[in-house]
């Protein structure tokens, strides 16, 4: 199976910041990625798909890149709303896996 | 607008078994691959199984592989998932997700369940 290795596991930050978490794979898998969002007690939101485009109805503060092993979410202008889990997936192959994710706390 | 409603979810004693089902509305259901990812309390996501728009194919998480049943009845728009010798290890809240674009899979999820939780425990 694929491994997708998220970091840092754990980011503090402000409104107003501007973040980046990184999600690696063990092997290529293209641009095959998708970034979710989830909160606690609620179901995970797809913010981004193959790699850097942007789900409908996602703010443009939100904006994903990479191809290959390497893939970053980059969160500019943080907003309270913000403030989550945020997971990486790759869908390479049907047995899909998940990073293990990243916490965006104040 | 897209539902997707699970339930099924409960208490279970090590070794038993259980069958979630996923109640769907809002799209042409036999166009969708769909999954079930699970997140035990505190953890991580984990992806378990998903099954084709036909249902014809099928794919598991080598955690569950023998153990978990995937299906579906496209004429009631349900997709199942049967799990069977249950550990601790399985407890979570099972979640059913869809994938974005018709006829394809795999696909990054763009609508998912609330979730039903799964307790094992004597």
């Known amino acids: 199976d694929i491994q997708m290795t998220q970091s840092p596991s754990t980011l503090s930050a402000s409104v107003g910041d501007t973040v980046t978490i990184t999600c690696r794979a063990s092997q290529s898998i293209s641009d095959w990625l998708a970034w979710y969002q989830q909160k606690p007690g609620k179901a995970p939101k797809l913010l981004i798909y193959?790699?850097?485009n942007s789900e409908r109805g996602v703010p443009s503060r939100f904006s994903g890149s990479g191809s290959g092993t390497e893939f970053t979410l980059t969160i500019s202008s943080l907003q309270p709303d913000d403030f989550a889990t945020y997971y990486c997936q790759q869908y390479n192959t049907y047995s899909r896996t998940f990073g293990q994710g990243t916490k965006v706390e104040i | 607008e897209v539902q997707l409603l699970e339930s099924g979810g409960g208490l279970v004693q090590p070794g038993g078994s259980l069958r979630l089902s996923c109640a769907a509305s809002g799209f042409t259901f036999q166009n969708y691959a769909l999954s079930w990812v699970r997140q035990a309390p505190g953890k991580g996501l984990e992806w378990v199984s998903a099954?084709?728009?036909?249902?014809?194919?099928?794919f598991y998480a080598d955690s569950v592989q023998g153990r978990f049943t995937i299906s579906r009845d496209n004429s009631k728009n349900t997709v199942f998932l049967f799990m069977d010798s249950l550990g601790a290890e399985d407890a979570a809240v099972y979640y059913c997700?869809?994938?974005?674009?018709?006829?394809?899979?795999?696909?990054?999820?763009?609508?998912w369940g609330q979730g039903t939780m799964v307790t094992v425990s004597s």
């Open positions: 099954i084709s728009g036909s249902g014809g194919s099928t």
């Open positions: 193959k790699a850097s």
């Open positions: 997700a869809k994938v974005r674009v018709s006829l394809i899979d795999p696909d990054a999820f763009d609508f």
